[in-house]
Nanobody, 124 residues
Framework: QVQLVESGGGLVQAGGSMRLSCAAS????????MGWFRQAPGKEREFVAA????????YYANAVRGRFTISRDNAKNTMYLQMNSLKPEDTAVYYC?????????????????WGQGTLVTVSS
């Protein structure tokens, strides 16, 4: 089982950028598809982006496509989410997650592992 820890959240102004990281422990990180999810106050958790085990395939929610970029460095056991042109509606707790298959990361609902979340606040 892989353990996940997010970092990089904080406060940013609208139009700004931020990069989130997800550090994984365990030797099998490179065998997992990975994804980012978010949960805004009073709303359900939603899918943001996913990346295949190799990093060669990525998938994005419509709300973030063209603004966010997901990537991974298997040598560092770390996944990233580069967020540009941030909007107040991007404010949420962001979670990273892992599963053996990319399809499950995209469609859910149950994934193999979750991080504890990191708060991103975008001010207007």
């Amino acid at each position: 089982q892989v353990q996940l820890v997010e970092s990089g959240g904080g406060l940013v102004q609208a139009g700004g950028s931020m990069r989130l990281s997800c550090a994984a422990s365990g030797r099998t990180f490179s065998s997992y598809a990975m994804g980012w999810f978010r949960q805004a106050p009073g709303k359900e958790r939603e899918f943001v982006a996913a990346v295949s085990w190799s990093g060669g395939t990525t998938y994005y929610a419509n709300a973030v496509r063209g603004r966010f970029t997901i990537s991974r460095d298997n040598a560092k056991n770390t996944m990233y989410l580069q967020m540009n042109s941030l909007k107040p509606e991007d404010t949420a707790v962001y979670y990273c997650a892992a599963d053996q298959t990319l399809r499950t990361v995209i469609t859910g609902p149950t994934l193999d592992a979750w991080g504890q979340g990191t708060l991103v606040t975008v001010s207007s």
